[in-house]
C-alpha cells in the first residue's frame, strides 16, 4: 500500500536533548513537508523539500532541522534550542506542480517533554 | 487578520440534518483551495478540492466565491460518522516558484448526534 509513514507515534524529549522524527513515503512524490499542530490552532509549517538535496525554511523553522538525502526520506529534527517542544508533527507530501495538487499526511507524531 | 478564518463551533446537529460550514481567506491571489477532515487526535485527511464552479461528491458540496474570497462546505443528510473537525485549507504559494503554501484554518467541530 502508498502511503506515508511517520516514527514513532510518541516521544519524549529530555531537557537539552535532540530528537529525530522520521517520515518515509512511498508515493513517489517529489514535495515533503512538516507542520506542527498545537491545540486549538492551525497547522504551521516548519520546513518543506520540493526536490532531493534541497529545503527551505517555513514560518516557524527555529529550533528545528531537516535533511533530504533521498526521495522518499525527510527526517526532522527537534533540537535543544527549540524550547517549546510539545506538539502534534505531521509530515505530508505531494506531487511537484502545485495547481490543485492536495498535499497527503502520514499519521504523525506527538512530542512530549520529560 | 488571520490568513484563513473559520468558526471553531461545535457545530451539534442531530442525524439527518443539514450543516453548513463558512471559511474566509485573505489573500485574493490564491489559487487553489481544498477542505480537509480530522478526527480528534488524527492526521488530516482530504476531503475534496474546491473548484470554481463549485463541486460535490455525495453528500458534500462545496462552494467557492472568490469576489467575496469565501469558501463553503454544506453536508447533507449528517451520519454519526461524520463528527469530525473540518479544516478550510488554502493554497497561498506562488506561481513563479511552483511552492505549494498550504495554509489551515483553525477547523470547525461538528459533532452529529442521534
Known amino acids: 500500500d502508498g502511503g506515508i509513514t511517520q516514527s514513532p507515534k510518541y516521544l519524549f524529549r529530555k531537557e537539552g536533548q535532540n530528537v529525530t522524527l522520521s517520515c518515509e513515503q512511498n508515493?513517489?512524490?517529489?514535495?515533503m513537508y512538516w507542520y506542527r499542530q498545537d491545540p486549538g490552532q492551525g497547522l504551521r509549517l516548519i520546513y518543506y523539500?520540493?526536490?532531493?538535496?534541497?529545503?527551505q525554511k517555513g514560518d516557524i523553522a527555529e529550533g528545528y532541522s531537516v535533511s533530504r538525502e533521498k526521495k522518499e526520506s525527510f527526517p526532522l529534527t527537534v533540537t535543544s534550542a527549540q524550547k517549546n517542544p510539545t506538539a502534534f508533527y505531521l509530515c505530508?507530501?505531494?506531487?511537484?506542480?502545485?495547481?490543485?495538487?492536495?498535499?497527503?499526511f502520514g499519521d504523525g507524531t506527538r512530542l512530549s517533554i520529560l | 487578520r488571520k490568513e484563513v478564518e473559520q468558526d471553531p463551533g461545535p457545530f451539534n446537529v442531530p442525524e439527518g440534518a443539514t450543516v453548513a460550514f463558512n471559511c474566509t481567506y485573505s489573500?485574493?491571489?490564491?489559487?487553489?483551495f481544498f477542505w480537509y477532515r480530522q478526527d480528534c487526535r488524527k492526521e488530516p485527511k482530504l476531503l475534496m478540492s474546491?473548484?470554481?464552479s463549485g463541486n460535490e461528491d455525495g453528500r458534500f458540496t462545496a462552494q467557492l466565491n472568490r469576489a467575496s474570497q469565501y469558501i463553503s462546505l454544506l453536508i447533507r443528510d449528517s451520519k454519526l460518522s461524520d463528527s469530525a473537525t473540518y479544516l478550510c485549507?488554502?493554497?497561498?504559494?506562488?506561481?513563479?516558484?511552483?511552492?505549494?503554501?498550504?495554509?489551515f484554518g483553525t477547523g470547525t467541530r461538528l459533532l452529529v448526534s442521534p
Open positions: 505530508a507530501s505531494s506531487t511537484q506542480g502545485w495547481v490543485n495538487q492536495p498535499q497527503h
Open positions: 508515493l513517489n512524490h517529489d514535495a
Open positions: 523539500s520540493q526536490i532531493v538535496n534541497d529545503f
Open positions: 489573500n485574493s491571489a490564491s489559487q487553489s
Open positions: 474546491v473548484y470554481s
Open positions: 485549507v488554502v493554497n497561498m504559494g506562488r506561481l513563479d516558484t511552483g511552492f505549494q503554501k498550504l495554509v
